[in-house]
Each structure stands twice: as structure tokens, then as C-alpha cells.
């Protein structure tokens, strides 16, 4: 079972990178509101999504950042937990079906979320109204959440299965 361990180390470094980057997220919000938001305002002001102009736009677009990679780094913690509780233990319980789902779930919400959240800011700090639905960036990730509460459901039928099987047995 390498790939299994190959797999959580994977999460295991995702998560701790996450970790990482939301401290420094966190750090530039931070020094934004207490010490000098014009620097900061000089990093980000060439942002890929939008321009950020005002300190408005800044600590919005900060705070939310921090939101959102708060969910995705819970994401990845429920990821972790799952990974070493597939390997440890036995298969079809109950925690790994609620996991499963739960995962999906919080990856189509924060997904979707997210490309609101785009459309909005464009459209209050760049003030132009623009949807674009990348395939990759959106319907794959969507589809991938969607998967797992497909695998929660295949989950459940094989624990109700090993359940009847040993009551026969």
C-alpha cells in the first residue's frame, strides 16, 4: 500500500503549506491595518483577478482570502484524518462515510463560493460584470466534490452489506 502513504504525505505537506501561507496571509492583513496598508497596496496591486486600489478593496479581499483558505485547510485536515483512518482501521464505518461526504459538500461550497465571490469583487472594486466558469477551475473541481459523496453513498451500501453478511454468518 505505498500509494496510500504516498497520498497522505501528499495531503500532509498540502496541509502544512496551507498552513504557511494562510500565516502569511494572515501577517499581511495584519500589517495592512496597523502599520502601513500603502505597502501592502503596492504588492497586490497588479492582482490577477482584479486591481486592488483602496484599502477597502485590500482588507476585503484579504479577509476573504483568509476565509477561504480556512475552509480549504479544514478541507485538507478532514482529508488527512480520513487517509489514516482508511489505512488504520476497518473499512465502511460510519466516520468514514460522514467524511466523505462532508468533504464533498465543503469543496462544492467553497468552489462555488469562490467564483461568486470573484464575480462580485469584480464587479464592485473593477467595476465591469464578467463570468468565466474555467473547465479545470471550476466544473472539475465541482465533479471532484461530487465524486466524494458518490463514494459516500458506495461507502454506506458496502457497510450495510458487511453488516447483513456478518449477521448471516
Known amino acids: 500500500m505505498k500509494s496510500s502513504e504516498w497520498l497522505k504525505n501528499i495531503f500532509s505537506v498540502a496541509y ?4 504557511i501561507g494562510w500565516i502569511l496571509l494572515l501577517g499581511f492583513l495584519l500589517y495592512a491595518i496597523f502599520i502601513s496598508p500603502g505597502d501592502i497596496l503596492e504588492i497586490f496591486r ?3 483577478e482584479f486591481e486592488i486600489k483602496s484599502k477597502n478593496a485590500l482588507y476585503t ?3 476573504y482570502e483568509l476565509l477561504s483558505s480556512g475552509v ?3 478541507i485538507l485536515y478532514l482529508f488527512k484524518k480520513l487517509m489514516q483512518d482508511l489505512m488504520a482501521g476497518p473499512l465502511f464505518t460510519k466516520l468514514q462515510i460522514a467524511s466523505f461526504k462532508l468533504i464533498g459538500q465543503l469543496i462544492i461550497f467553497i468552489t462555488i463560493v469562490d467564483a461568486l465571490s470573484i464575480f462580485v469583487f469584480k464587479a464592485i472594486f473593477a467595476g465591469r460584470m464578467e463570468i468565466n466558469f474555467d473547465l479545470f477551475d471550476f466544473w472539475f473541481v465541482i465533479g471532484i466534490g461530487l465524486f466524494l459523496i458518490f463514494l459516500s453513498k458506495i461507502f454506506n451500501q ?3 452489506m458487511k453488516e447483513e453478511n456478518e449477521l448471516t454468518v
Not at 502544512?16 to 498552513?19: E, F, T
Open 46 to 48: 497588479d492582482a490577477e
Open 16 to 19: 502544512y503549506l496551507m498552513i
Open 72 to 74: 480549504w485547510i479544514f
Open 158 to 160: 458496502a457497510r450495510i
Open 61 to 63: 479581499s484579504l479577509a
